[in-house]
């Protein structure tokens, strides 16, 4: 398992310029928030993450869950060595962006959530989120 202090400084930067909040787990029941000022994701809705890469079709109708806000799905995929899906509520100036992930490193599956705001937009966001992940030790 992955230790806290071996990404959380990294993710600081993309924090303060790309996304809103960045949320990780190994388990439902033990999600990290950063920035810890955030509200946490529940266990229930960390539970729903990874039912979301059965299939693409199920992603898109499913929807993501994140602290009571619904966002709808208009992509998935699983080739750039991050499984992804990824979409949006609201409209692109005043809307909010999030994506979850599942990421396999060391015998480990690790999901997780960001969130982003204008003037970010999911084509920077989710390429940061994937140098991200594929930087951690």
Known sequence: MLLESEWHSSAEKYLKSDWDVLHIFE???SVTTIPSTQQRISSKEASAIPPLFTSRHFALRAGILLNSQHFHVHQWETTRGV???YGRRGDALSGVGACVFRY???NSTFYGAITYS???LSANAVTKLISFL???P
């Open 83 to 85: 499984d992804l899906a």
């Open 134 to 136: 594929n930087s951690l």
């Open 118 to 120: 204008f003037p970010s």
């Open 104 to 106: 396999k490193k060391h």
């Open 27 to 29: 388990h439902a029941q």
